[in-house]
């Protein structure tokens, strides 16, 4: 089992930047696949990145793509999410998600239903 806790949200203006962190703790954290989430209040939650254990492997959800970008430190049990040029629709709670899969291969989950531990979530508010 891991545990997850997000940082680095905020208020920020359009076209600004911000970096959220999420820290793992529990078992060990190359295991884990790593992916972030937006979600709005009564809507599903939305995929926005994913990166494979060894960080070679990222995907973006398209409304964030060559806008976010995802790493990860495997020394450090952190994964990171750099958002710039944001906009005011990004404005959302966002967590961080592990889905358990060992070193079977270097995959990126996508899907909510994969991700079986969350974190508390962090709010992003982007003024216009």
């Known amino acids: 089992q891991v545990q997850l806790v997000e940082s680095g949200g905020g208020l920020v203006q359009a076209g600004g930047s911000l970096r959220l962190s999420c820290t793992a703790s529990g078992r060990a954290f190359t295991s884990y696949v790593m992916g972030w989430f937006r979600q709005t209040p009564g809507k599903e939650r939305e995929f926005v990145a994913g990166i494979s254990w060894t960080g070679i492997s990222t995907k973006y959800g398209d409304s964030v793509k060559d806008r976010f970008t995802s790493n990860r430190d495997n020394l450090k049990n952190m994964v990171y999410l750099q958002m710039n040029s944001l906009r005011p629709e990004d404005t959302d709670v966002y967590y961080c998600?592990?889905?358990?899969?060992?070193?079977?291969?270097?995959?990126?989950?996508?899907?909510?239903?994969?991700?079986?531990?969350w974190g508390q979530g962090t709010q992003v508010t982007v003024a216009s």
């Open positions: 998600g592990a889905h358990e899969l060992g070193h079977v291969s270097d995959c990126v989950a996508t899907s909510v239903y994969e991700y079986a531990y």
